[in-house]
């Protein structure tokens, strides 16, 4: 399975982004997915958790980016979405995403990560 996203870029603070990841696998098929992540990085820390959205729908947040982040997913497209908004310097990070519990066509069931997206928000 591959986790592909888009949406990372510059802007400025004040501003909004919208990431999308999508999954694919090049030979077989996604029949599940269980809860989707947004993560992110920044260099010389450990990863953290900004949103989850479960295969039921239900969302939670980091303190830091709730009331200004918002996680949604397409479960027909394999696609899970953070809108950004209100981005402040501190959002500044590589974001990645990650998906719980794929059930495929190739076997048990895993996780898989994205290759991350580069945010960067100026002052």
């Known amino acids: 399975v591959q986790l592909v996203e888009s949406g990372g870029g510059s802007v400025q603070a004040g501003g909004s982004l919208r990431l999308s990841c999508a999954a694919s696998?090049?030979?077989?098929?996604?029949?599940?997915?269980?809860?989707m992540r947004w993560y992110r990085q920044t260099p010389g820390k450990q990863r953290e958790e900004v949103a989850m959205?479960?295969?039921?729908?239900?969302?939670d947040y980091a303190a830091s980016v709730k009331g200004r982040f918002a996680i949604s997913r397409d479960n027909a497209k394999k696609t899970v979405y953070l809108q950004m908004n209100n981005l402040k310097t501190e959002d500044t990070a590589v974001y990645y995403c990650?998906?719980?519990?794929?059930?495929?066509?190739?076997?048990?069931?895993?996780?898989?990560w994205g290759q991350g997206t580069q945010v960067t928000v100026s002052s």
């Open positions: 990650k998906m719980d519990r794929l059930g495929t066509s190739r076997g048990p069931r895993f996780d898989a």
């Open positions: 959205i479960s295969s039921g729908g239900d969302v």
């Open positions: 696998l090049s030979s077989g098929v996604i029949f599940t997915i269980g809860d």
